[in-house]
């Protein structure tokens, strides 16, 4: 079964930073790219990063631009962010995604800026 | 960043036609057509269909997209209870060489 598993959300207060991960499974992860997309509540979806398989062509939404990381290990399998500088506006839910056609999502992991 | 306008709302009757749409520019939309995908409501995203507006398998033939111009639409025909959920468009921004959203709609099956 293809599957994405998000983890390492939590409350963090403004300025501080966070790591999310994302374990892939079911699939050749390092033949897509992948994705990191936030929906704050009550909101839409907001593209925040993605790169290439080979960690190539990254890019960033111009809200996150300097102030997260977007990486991936393909040993294992994995997609990470580092977020540093935490904003209260960057409270969201967090969901990985594969693909630039989006296909497969995961369930997404919580990640509350508030002091 | 600049992103992509739907309506915030849509309301059919049950077993009726929507058309949702979603509209962009010759960056986006104009440049490769957009992604559609359905969230309801507690769910993460599904996706109904790729950029060339094909279906990814299971997803039902009642989901029609299509693309004109700089206009992206959605038609969902014979409207079902389980329809109702927000619709997103998705699609690659040339000139921001970012992904952009649109800011979804609320389809209401009556």
């Known amino acids: 079964e293809v599957q994405l598993v998000e983890s390492g959300g939590g409350l963090v207060q403004p300025g501080r930073s966070l790591r999310l991960s994302c374990a892939a499974s079911?699939?050749?992860?390092?033949?897509?790219?992948m994705h990191w997309v936030r929906q704050a509540p009550g909101k839409g979806l907001e593209w925040v990063s993605g790169?290439?398989?080979?960690?190539?062509?990254?890019g960033y939404a111009d809200s996150v631009k300097g102030r997260f990381t977007v990486s991936r290990d393909n040993a294992k399998n994995s997609l990470y962010l580092q977020m540093t500088s935490l904003r209260p506006e960057d409270t969201a839910l967090y969901y990985c995604?594969?693909?630039?056609?989006?296909?497969?999502w995961g369930q997404g992991t919580v990640v509350t800026v508030s002091s | 960043q600049a992103g992509l306008t739907q309506p915030p709302s849509v309301s059919k009757d049950l077993r009726q036609t929507a058309t949702l749409t979603c509209a962009g520019n010759?960056?986006?939309?104009?440049?490769?057509?957009a992604a559609w995908l359905q969230q309801r409501q507690g769910h993460p995203p599904k996706l109904l269909s790729y950029?060339?507006?094909s279906r990814p398998s299971g997803v039902s033939e009642r989901f029609s997209p299509s693309w004109s111009g700089n206009t992206a639409s959605l038609t969902i025909t014979g409207l079902q209870p389980e329809d109702e959920a927000d619709y997103y468009c998705?699609?690659?921004?040339?000139?921001?060489?970012?992904?952009?959203f649109g800011g979804g709609t609320k389809l209401n099956v009556l």
């Open positions: 079911g699939f050749t992860f390092d033949n897509h790219p």
């Open positions: 010759t960056n986006n939309v104009g440049f490769r057509g």
């Open positions: 790169l290439g398989g080979n960690s190539c062509c990254i």
């Open positions: 998705l699609a690659w921004d040339t000139s921001h060489s970012a992904w952009v």
């Open positions: 950029r060339d507006n």
């Open positions: 995604v594969r693909d630039d056609a989006f296909d497969i």
